[in-house]
C-alpha cells in the first residue's frame, strides 16, 4: 500500500507542475494585413517574424498573416524587398488584430536598381523580377532533362489517400465503432486536420530510360504495391488509374502542368509574365552559386494559375533550385482545400540542377472552410541519376512502359530495399488494417449496400440482381415498362459469366428479353483490363431508331422523360456470337456474327410501294460479321460494375468498324459493306481552357433499306448529351455516306473569371458546334426505287425522315458550367432544316458534370 501510494505522489509530483506551466502560459496570436503606405495596395509575400527569432511566416496573395508563439515576445518585425524594415509593438499573451503599413525605399539587389519615392502599379516594363523571370524563361531548354544525350533513373511513388479533417464527434461514431483501428493522428496544424482516415496507398519503383537523338523513353515497373479492397464496387487499378490523372508528375520547365484534371500555367511558361506578378523577394549569398528568392501571385487569383516561390541559380544558367507552388482561396477550382507542391533539385555530375524529389498534396472537401473531405498525398523520389550513360537499343525495344512479371509480388526486403521515402508506422499500418477490414462482415454488409445504391447492383454471393434503375421506366409505345435482371459473378466461376433479363410493358403486351453467356480465355474478370472472351446472347428487345447512349441503358428510368413525339420504335431481335481481345498497350479487336430481325413498332410502319399500292412488310432480316479495331493510348479508366468510365487526358482514341451484311445467310435479305470510322481527342489551350473534338465518318456501300442505313443520334430527353444532336428527332435523318465534326469547348471561367462579383460565383463557359454532312445515293432513296421501304411518315402522310442532300445539319450551344458545381445549363440552337415538322430552333438542355 506504501508503494502504491508512493506511485501516486510521483505522478502528481510530476503532472501537477507541467498543468501549472501550462496554465500559465499563455498563447500569443497575431493576425493582420501589410499594405502599402501610399497606395493602400496589400503587400504579398512579406516576411513576418518575431524579432530575434526563428519563428517566421509570410503574407499572403492578399497581405494577409497569422502567426503565433507561447514565448512571450512583443515585437514584430516587417520585411520586404524594395520597404524599409518596420518594428511593431504588440501584446504578448493576446490575440490581437493589426494592420501594417510600409513605405517604399530606394534599394539595389543583385546589380538591378529599383529607385522610387512612391510605389508605383505594377508594371512588366523595367522591373526586375520580371527581367529575371525573362531570364530564366529563355534558359528553360538548356535545364531540361532533354538537353542531355542519355538519362537514365530510379524513381520511388508513393501515393497516400486519406479521409481528412475528420472531428472527434465524427470518429466517435457508432458505425465507426469496430473501425477504431483505421484512425490516424497527426498535428492538428496539418493539412488533413487532427484525424485522418488512410484508405489507399500505393507504392511504386520505376527504371527510367531516355534517348535524345533519336527521342526514345522507356520506363520499367519494377515493383507495384497497393492495397486491394477486393470488392466489385471499388476498383482498386482503376483508383491508381485515377490517382495518376489527378496527381500528375510536376515538371515546372513545361508550360502546363496538369494536376486536378485541370491545366494550370506554370510560373516560368512562355507566357507567364503575362499571367503573373513576380516579385524579387530575397537572396542567398551563403548558397553556392547565390539564389534569388522570387516570389510571384496571379494577376486575377480566380484564374488556374499558382501562386508560391522559386529559387533561382545566379551563375548564369538561371536554374530552379527550388520550388513552393500552391494556389490561391479564391481559385475556379472545386472542391480544393488546399494544394501545395514542393519541388527539390540537387546537382549531377555535371554540376547542373536536375529534379529529385516531388512532394504533392491535395486537400479535398465538399465544403472548402470546413467539415470531413480527402487528403492525398503523392511522393516522387529519384535516384540513381545518370547522364550521357548509352544504354544498347534493345532497352528501348517493346511498349515504352513495361512491367516485370513479378512486380505485383516484390518481397518486403525488395521495398526496405528500394524504398527512397521512408515509410511512416502508420503508412504501413495501412495495407495491414485494410486487409483486416475487407474480411470483417459489418464492412462486407456496408459495401453491399453501397454498391446497391452507387451501382445498382444486389449481390447474393454468386449472382446479383440489377441494375435497380431499369427496373421501371416508360415510353410511349411500352407504356409502363416493368424489367428484372442480374448477373452471375466471379463467386460462381472465374471462367463462365452469365446475364439475363426480361422485361414486359403494359401498353403493347410484349415480353421483352435476354440471355448471354461468356467464357472468358485469361481466367480473369470479363469486366477487367485487359479483356479476353467469347460471348453468345439472344436479345428481344425494343429500340429507339437513332438513339445512341454512352454510360448508361436506354431502359434508365431517368430517359422516360423526352419532348416531341416518341412513338416509333423497333423490335428487335438478336442471335450474336463474338470474340473480344484486348492488349496491354489498349489496341483491341472485336469480331463478331449477328443475325439480326426488325419488326416495327408503335407508330412505325414498314411499307413499299407495289404497283403504286402501299403493301405493309412484317420484318427485314439481315446477317453481318463485324471487325471492330480501337485504339486508345496511354488510356485510363475506372471500371464500374457495368461501363468503364475514361479518365479523358490529351490522348486520342481511334476506332474503326468494318461490317459486311451476307445475304442469304440465315434468310438475310441483303448484302452489303459498311466502313466507319471516328477520332476523340482532347486538346488543351492552356488558360483557354480545353476542347473535346470528335471527327467521324461512315460509308455503306450496297443497296439497304432505311433500317439499316446510318440513323443520325439524336436526343429528345432534356439531357445534354455530348455526342448526339440536341435538337434533332429520333429517325429523321438516314445517310448511306457522312462525315461529321463536333466540337465542345470548356473556357474554364476564363471571361467570367474577369467579371467583377460575377467571378464570386465561379461559373465557367462553354461553347459547342456540331455539323453533319451526309447524304443519299438514289440506290438508297424511296423516291428513286420503290422496291426499298418507305420513310417513315406520320398518320397523316407528314414526311419526318429525310436525307442531307441539300447543305450540312448543324446546331451550336452557349453554355454556363458549375452551377452549384455539378450543372451545366446550354442553350442550343438548330441552324437548318427548321421547316421540319415537330422540330425547335431554340432548346434549354443540361446536364450533370461533376468536375474539378
Known sequence: MKNYLQKIFYILALVLPLSALQATAQITVVSGIVTDAKDKDPLPYVTVLFKGTSIITRTDGDGKFNISTAEPHTQLQFSFVGYTTKIVTIKAGEAQDISVKMDAEAMALNEVVISSGKRPSYKNKNNPAVELIRKVIDHKNSNRMESYNQVEYKEYEKMLFSMSNLSDKFKNKRIFRNYQFLFDEQDSTKIGGKNVLPIFLQEKVTQNYFNKNPEKNKSIVLGDKSVNYDTPLIDSKGLSQYFERMYANVNIYDNNISLVSNQFLSPIADSAPTFYKFFITDTIKTHSPQLIELSFIPRNNTDLLFEGRIYITMDGRYAVQDAFLTVNKNINLNFVRALEVKLTFDKNEAQRYYLTKTNLLVDFGLNKNKGGGFTGERTVTLTDYAINKKQPESVFDGPKIAITPDAEKRSEDFWLENRADTLSAADLRVYRNVDTLKNMTS???????????????????????????????????????????????????????????????????????????????????????????????????????????????????????????????????????????????????????????????????????????????????????????????????YQGKIYRTPIIDKYPVFNVRYTAGLKDVFESDYSYHNLMGSIDKRFYLSQLGYSDVTLEGSYIFGKVPFPLLSIHRANQTYAYQLNSYNLMNFLEFVSDHYASLNIDHNFNGFFFNKIPLLKKLKLRESVSFKILYGGLRDENNPAYDQSLLLF?????????????????????????????????????????????????????????????
Open 443 to 637: 464492412f462486407k454488409k456496408t459495401m453491399d449496400l453501397v454498391t446497391l445504391l452507387f451501382a445498382g447492383y444486389k449481390d447474393f454471393g454468386p449472382f446479383e440482381v440489377g441494375p435497380v434503375n431499369t427496373f421501371y421506366s416508360f415510353n410511349d409505345v411500352e407504356g409502363l415498362r416493368l424489367r428484372l435482371g442480374g448477373r452471375t459473378t466471379p463467386a460462381l466461376s472465374k471462367r463462365y459469366y452469365f446475364e439475363t433479363y426480361a422485361a414486359y410493358g403494359m401498353k403493347d403486351e410484349k415480353w421483352k428479353y435476354f440471355l448471354s453467356g461468356t467464357y472468358s480465355l485469361n481466367n480473369k474478370s470479363i469486366y477487367s483490363f485487359p479483356q479476353h472472351y467469347v460471348r453468345g446472347s439472344f436479345q428481344r428487345d425494343t429500340k429507339i431508331p437513332g438513339q445512341e447512349l454512352q454510360f448508361v441503358q436506354e431502359d434508365n428510368f431517368l430517359l422516360s422523360f423526352k419532348r416531341g413525339e416518341n412513338n416509333m420504335m423497333l423490335y428487335n431481335d438478336f442471335y450474336k456470337v463474338e470474340y473480344m481481345k484486348e492488349y496491354e498497350s489498349h489496341f483491341s479487336y472485336n469480331l463478331s456474327f449477328r443475325k439480326w430481325s426488325q419488326r416495327p413498332g408503335g407508330a412505325l410502319n414498314f411499307n413499299t410501294l407495289v404497283n403504286n399500292q402501299i403493301q405493309a412488310v412484317d420484318k427485314i432480316n439481315s446477317s453481318e460479321i463485324s471487325l471492330a479495331l480501337r485504339y486508345a493510348p496511354r488510356e485510363r479508366f
Open 792 to 852: 417513315p411518315t406520320t398518320a397523316n402522310g407528314v414526311a419526318t425522315t429525310y436525307t442531307l442532300n441539300k447543305e450540312p445539319y448543324m446546331e451550336g450551344s452557349v453554355g454556363v458550367g458549375n452551377i452549384f458545381k455539378l450543372l451545366r445549363v446550354d442553350l442550343v440552337k438548330r441552324f437548318n432544316y427548321l421547316d421540319h415538322p415537330v422540330v425547335s430552333e431554340w432548346g434549354i438542355r443540361a446536364r450533370v458534370k461533376f468536375d474539378f
